[in-house]
């Protein structure tokens, strides 16, 4: 679970500070046809190992058991659809959306949820460098 979590965590990091580091969503025309089949194959890439890591938490008792396919088809639509959303001149960092969905979409998942979310993102703070 807490694999899964950083993944989508540190996409969802890298997506919204730019969002040409994204490659879950291909805008039609926007690439070239051979960007597309690189884009393509690192999707296919991120489903498979996040299908291979909710598995892993299947089996090891950290995600309640459910259909991996199904799993990441919910959580790529998830992160897909931050872009459509996302605004950086908004409220919300890019670190406080990361957070916060890496959190909601884990509780999704987890096989012990907690009864309250840890984090209300309208008190997540952005990460301080230790220092």
Not at 71 to 86: D, E, M, N, P, Y
Request: net charge neutral.
């Amino acid at each position: 679970l807490e694999r899964v979590q950083r993944i989508i965590t540190n996409y969802l990091q890298a997506m919204t500070m730019s969002p040409m580091e994204t490659f879950i969503l291909i805008e039609d025309g926007a690439m070239s046809p051979d960007q597309t089949i690189e884009i393509i194959s690192k999707r296919k890439w991120l489903e498979t190992d996040l299908r291979r890591q909710i598995a892993l938490g299947i089996k090891d008792g950290s995600i309640a058991p459910c259909d991996p396919r199904f799993a990441v088809f919910v959580i790529v639509g998830a992160l897909a659809w931050t872009s459509k959303w996302f605004d950086p001149r908004g409220a919300w960092t890019g670190e406080i959306i990361a957070i916060a969905m890496g959190e909601m979409l884990g509780r999704m998942l987890s096989a012990t949820p907690a009864e309250r979310l840890a984090a209300d993102i309208a008190r997540l703070r952005p990460f301080e460098p230790a220092g």
